[in-house]
């Protein structure tokens, strides 16, 4: 089916520009949050810190990422810089899953010998925090419909209100009760939260960069459309991948008939036509072979086990 990309494009400039108040808010309130972590004793708080620390390098690595992709092809990156966006996801997405297990960690240590936790120190800057948090994911929502790159950005920030919103009550906990054991078990609860957003998140720029066929796509469907193109014997050597992450592509051997090898041209027109309309592949390249010459036990997919036609 085809895939839909008819989001609302946020401009790249008012894009630039809401990344960039962003990287400000997070590196001020990590600096709070590390000095009053420290000063109150709380690993929570530091915990928390950390997490927007990472956010704050996930935007500066995003807002560079942004920059760069807008770079037209050149002799050394024939196919332009769009990708570098995917990269950037997966260096956040590896970075949530890091701070995720040394949060748990120390949170053990912590959750074995409690130390002594100033609760006020500790809610004041959660709720700066979760005000701060709100804001970035709020700045962030609109844009990251359309790029994997933003939703990794998004989703920290999103985790990191959630954060906010456990060390504020953790905090309050600490005040009322003493219960100085509620500031690494929610240090802990943040962690796996965190582990669990990136785990399921990462797998989608994974795909991308090894190459792999994009989810929206139904291959059996692009597969079974070709071969129903009149003038078209069959298909192979096929692959299905994404040049970047809105842009899906496709090269394949097609194996015409005689009659079609007579009207390549208005074969080649028609297929590319069906491919652009009916599954949104923009990008295609499409080598003939007559039914005749054809290779021989060729490979649907990749190019193995091949017995070259005599």
């Known amino acids: 089916m085809p895939h839909d990309h008819g989001h609302a494009q946020t401009d790249p400039a008012t894009g630039d520009r809401r990344v960039f108040i962003a990287i400000w808010a997070n590196g001020l309130l990590t600096f709070a949050q590390i000095i009053g972590g420290i000063l109150s004793g709380s690993l929570a708080l530091i915990a ?25 092809a050149d002799d050394r990156m024939t ?33 074995i010998d409690p130390t002594e936790v100033q609760g006020w120190t500790v809610v004041v800057l959660g709720g700066v925090a ?47 009760y003493d219960m100085r054991w509620v500031d690494p078990a929610i240090t802990i609860g943040i962690a796996f939260y965190i582990l669990y957003l990136a785990i399921i998140e990462i797998g989608e720029p994974i795909r991308t ?26 298909v192979h050597h096929v692959h299905l ?12 051997h097609i194996v015409l008939t005689a009659d079609g090898w007579s009207k390549t041209e208005n074969v080649k027109a028609t297929l590319k036509s ?36 005599e």
């Not at 923009?282 to 021989?296: G, I, M, P, Q, Y």
């Open 48 to 72: 928390d810190a950390l997490h927007n620390f990472s956010d704050m390098a996930s935007l500066v690595i995003a807002f560079a990422a942004r920059k760069i992709a807008r770079r037209p």
């Open 79 to 111: 196919f332009g810089y769009g990708r570098v966006e995917i990269v950037a996801a997966l260096i956040n997405y590896t970075t949530l899953i890091l701070i995720g297990l040394y949060l748990i960690y120390e949170g053990g240590i912590r959750l």
């Open 130 to 176: 979760l005000v701060v948090d709100t804001l970035t994911a709020l700045l962030t929502y609109s844009m990251q419909k359309g790029s994997v790159n933003i939703r990794a950005l998004f989703l920290h920030n999103l985790s990191d209100a959630l954060a906010s919103v456990a060390v504020v009550i953790g905090g309050s906990l600490i005040i009322i």
């Open 209 to 234: 960069l090894m190459l792999g066929s994009p989810p929206s796509i139904d291959n059996d469907a692009v597969l079974e459309a070709l071969r129903s193109a009149e003038g078209v014997e069959d």
């Open 241 to 252: 991948w994404q040049m970047q992450e809105d842009e899906v592509a496709l090269d394949c």
């Open 274 to 309: 069906l491919l652009r309309g009916d599954f949104g592949i923009r990008h295609s390249s499409l080598e003939f072979e007559h039914v005749d010459r054809a290779h021989k036990n060729a490979a649907l997919y990749g190019h193995g086990n091949i017995a070259e036609a």
